[in-house]
Structure formats: C-alpha cells, structure tokens
C-alpha cells in the first residue's frame, strides 16, 4: 500500500514530492510513522504552491495528481493500492481533479478526506477584510494570517487576499453549486471533521478561537470551516475516531 499525503491551503512553496514530511505540515515524519505502523509500504508528501493559486487551478491539480500516480507513472491508469489523504483545501483540488479525469482511483485504492471545505467557508469572507486592514485586529489574528499566508502585498504596497482564499469563498459557483460535495459522497471512504476551534492545545488554538469568534459562524467548526461544509450528505458521523465517518 503506498500512502499519498495532500496538503491543504496556504503552503507556498512547490518542488517534487518527498518520502518523509519535510515541512511537518503532517505533524512530523517521526510522529507519523507511529500512527501509520506498518500500514504503508511507502509514503509521498506533496509540496505545491497552495496559496497563490486557487484549488481549480489546473496545473496544481496535475501536480496533486502526479503525486498520486507516482514517479513515471500513467495519469490515464487507474491508481491502485494506494491510500490518499487529503486535507483542507487539498480535498478540493483532488476532488476536482478526479471529478474531470486527470487522473482516477481504482477499486483497491481508498481515498481519506479530512477538514474539507466543500461548500467553501465564511472565513474566507471575513480574511479579505483582514487583509485589507490588518491593523485593527488583534494579534492573534494578525499572527495567523501572517503564518497562514491569507495575505499578499504588491509591489505598491497594498494588501488583498491570496487567490486560494478568495476561491474558498462559499458563494463561488463552483462551491455554492454543491458538485464537489456530491462527488466526495460517493468516492470519499472515510472522512474527518474539526467541531472545536480551541482543539487540542497548540500554537494555533487562541488564533483559531479567534477567527472562529469574529467570523461567527453561528455551528460548531473548526476555526476554518463550519460542519455544515466539511461534512458529506447521506453519512452518519460519529464522535468515535475510530468510524469512519
């Protein structure tokens, strides 16, 4: 079984997929290899540019691909023996990919979605703002849109929001229309939703819980996305890890 890791928005470099988590975007190479065991015969972490370029960007979603596929590998063959784990955003540019045949899942791969913003998130709404004015927030929300990239500066120094967020918007067409969230019911195996913007204690908690409080969501959510986008229609979730769902 060969584990394929999708990261989600705000990464900004790209270069060729690597078999350890070399930015610990994944919590760590080390970490991780105690959770997955001996599950995976080999691991892939992509590493593309998710922050200037929305997630129905063409050439991010054949850079997901290739990832997938692997080294050398045929985009028009089905991928087999493979588990793919997309997070965030990563979910949106995988989903799209496949949903238009760049590449395709076989029968004995299985695809894991974890934080999807399928119909997209307020936040978005609320990060144009905050680019636009950084000043007047708090810190805590200045600090994440610094370590989250949610900004650009052009060469006039004015502000706007990087592209991937604009396209997480939840009135984008693409999201509004519900396709991706359709399509992710009937390939996705298993998926994961965040119902706490606190979460376990780290470095991003009181950011999170801050985003999450000016948004106003008005559910729960993971200080990014609201339940009622990451969760997938016809699926019974539970509070168990270990369901599926």
């Given at each position: 079984?060969?584990c394929?890791?999708l990261?989600g928005?705000?990464e900004?470099?790209?270069?060729?997929?690597?078999p350890?988590?070399t930015d610990?975007y994944?919590?760590?190479?080390?970490?991780?290899?105690?959770?997955l065991?001996?599950?995976?015969?080999?691991?892939?972490?992509?590493?593309q540019?998710?922050?200037?370029r929305?997630w129905?960007?063409?050439?991010?979603?054949?850079?997901y691909?290739d990832a997938?596929v692997?080294?050398?590998?045929?985009?028009s063959?089905?991928v087999?023996?493979?588990?793919?784990?997309s997070?965030?955003?990563?979910?949106?540019?995988f989903?799209?990919?496949l949903r238009?045949?760049?590449c395709?899942?076989?029968?004995?791969?299985r695809?894991?979605s974890?934080?999807?913003p399928?119909r997209?998130?307020?936040a978005?709404i609320?990060?144009?703002?905050?680019c636009?004015n950084?000043?007047?927030?708090?810190?805590p929300?200045?600090w994440i849109?610094k370590?989250m990239?949610?900004c650009t500066?052009?060469p006039?120094?004015t502000?706007?929001?990087?592209?991937?967020?604009v396209s997480l918007?939840?009135?984008n067409?693409?999201?509004?229309?519900?396709?991706l969230a359709?399509?992710?019911?009937?390939?996705v195996?298993?998926?994961?939703?965040g119902?706490?913007?606190?979460?376990?204690t780290?470095?991003y908690?009181?950011?999170l819980?801050?985003l999450?409080?000016?948004?106003?969501?008005?559910?729960?959510n993971?200080?990014?996305v609201?339940i009622?986008?990451c969760?997938?229609?016809?699926?019974?979730?539970?509070g168990?890890?270990?369901?599926?769902?």
């Amino acid at each position: 079984l060969r584990c394929v890791f999708l990261h989600g928005v705000g990464e900004v470099n790209t270069s060729p997929p690597t078999p350890t988590d070399t930015d610990s975007y994944w919590g760590g190479s080390r970490k991780l290899s105690g959770f997955l065991g001996e599950a995976c015969n080999s691991t892939s972490f992509v590493h593309q540019d998710s922050t200037t370029r929305a997630w129905d960007d063409a050439e991010l979603q054949a850079a997901y691909c290739d990832a997938v596929v692997g080294a050398g590998g045929d985009l028009s063959a089905s991928v087999d023996d493979a588990l793919v784990v997309s997070h965030s955003m990563g979910n949106l540019i995988f989903a799209d990919a496949l949903r238009k045949g760049t590449c395709k899942l076989g029968p004995s791969s299985r695809w894991i979605s974890l934080a999807a913003p399928w119909r997209g998130s307020k936040a978005a709404i609320f990060i144009e703002k905050l680019c636009l004015n950084a000043t007047i927030f708090e810190a805590p929300l200045r600090w994440i849109a610094k370590e989250m990239n949610y900004c650009t500066t052009a060469p006039n120094g004015t502000h706007s929001i990087n592209a991937a967020y604009v396209s997480l918007r939840p009135d984008n067409p693409a999201l509004a229309s519900g396709e991706l969230a359709e399509y992710a019911a009937a390939h996705v195996a298993a998926a994961q939703c965040g119902d706490s913007a606190y979460g376990l204690t780290s470095i991003y908690s009181l950011a999170l819980e801050s985003l999450a409080a000016v948004v106003g969501y008005g559910e729960s959510n993971d200080g990014m996305v609201p339940i009622s986008s990451c969760q997938i229609g016809g699926k019974n979730y539970s509070g168990n890890y270990s369901s599926n769902y």
